[in-house]
């Protein structure tokens, strides 16, 4: 069970957009900044966004990320059939001491 | 250019120790603000973190396995070893070195990550 949860699955048709929740408490998300991560299938996850809102050099601006209070977001617009894949958020638990991820969401693109 | 590359067995016996080698390039881990970490997907699942190890050698690591794990670095060779002992079949996952920017906590480079499966 992961500290972070993300629904399981989203999908979407080519060119709308989806947004993936994460949701969390006080001590991680409410505290700290949260990242996220695409993961195609049999390859390694790649950064998509940092510090809630920030764009890697390199990704799209079709993805972009907030936070408010314990929850965060990414959304995704302009879908495309690449963008199929697994998606992770991400952050620092404080009572934990050290990071953590969510369960993941599967997005499909209808 | 910044790289990571994971070496070790493809193969261990359960109770085994496990010994993991990130080999990395492109920065330092003396450098403040840098982290390297493991982190762990078993097949079809999550992805779990293990353990960070930070530019001052302080250490992190998952509360659930706290207990079997050691991480190290040798600065002087760009390496970071992770060290899991007991090692059991629901182990057997893909695992990641990463380089973590602790201003932030994020990671920005992946390992392409290794595959070890526990089994006798």
């Known amino acids: 069970q992961s500290v972070l949860t993300q629904p399981p699955s989203a999908s979407e048709t080519p060119g709308q957009r989806v947004v993936i929740s994460c949701s969390g408490s006080?001590?991680?998300?409410?505290?700290?900044?949260v990242s996220w991560y695409r993961q195609l299938p049999g390859t390694a996850p790649t950064l998509l966004i940092y510090?809630?809102?920030q764009w890697p050099s390199g990704v799209s601006g079709r993805f972009s990320g907030s936070k408010s209070g314990t929850s965060a977001s990414l959304a995704i617009s302009g879908l495309q059939s690449e963008d199929e894949a697994d998606y992770y958020c991400?952050?620092?638990?404080?009572?934990?001491?050290?990071?953590?991820f969510g369960g993941g969401t599967k997005l499909t693109v209808l | 250019q910044v790289t990571l590359r994971e070496s070790g067995p493809a193969l261990v016996k359960p109770t085994q120790t496990l010994t993991l080698t990130c080999t990395f390039s492109?920065?330092?881990?003396?450098?403040?603000?840098?982290?390297v970490s493991w982190i762990r997907q078993s097949p079809g699942k999550a992805l779990e973190w293990l353990a960070v190890?930070?530019?001052?050698?302080?250490?992190y690591y998952s509360t659930s396995l706290k207990t079997r794990l050691t991480i190290s670095k040798d600065t002087s060779k760009d390496q970071v070893v992770l060290k899991m002992a007991n090692m059991d079949p629901l182990d057997t996952a893909t695992y990641y070195c990463?380089?973590?920017?602790?201003?932030?906590?994020?990671?920005?480079?992946w390992g392409q990550g290794t595959l070890v499966t526990v089994s006798s």
């Open positions: 510090k809630n809102s």
């Open positions: 190890i930070d530019w001052d050698n302080d250490k």
């Open positions: 006080r001590s991680n998300i409410g505290s700290n900044f």
């Open positions: 492109g920065f330092s881990l003396s450098t403040n603000g840098m982290c």
């Open positions: 991400a952050t620092w638990d404080d009572s934990l001491n050290g990071p953590v």
């Open positions: 990463a380089r973590v920017i602790w201003n932030g906590i994020y990671v920005d480079h």
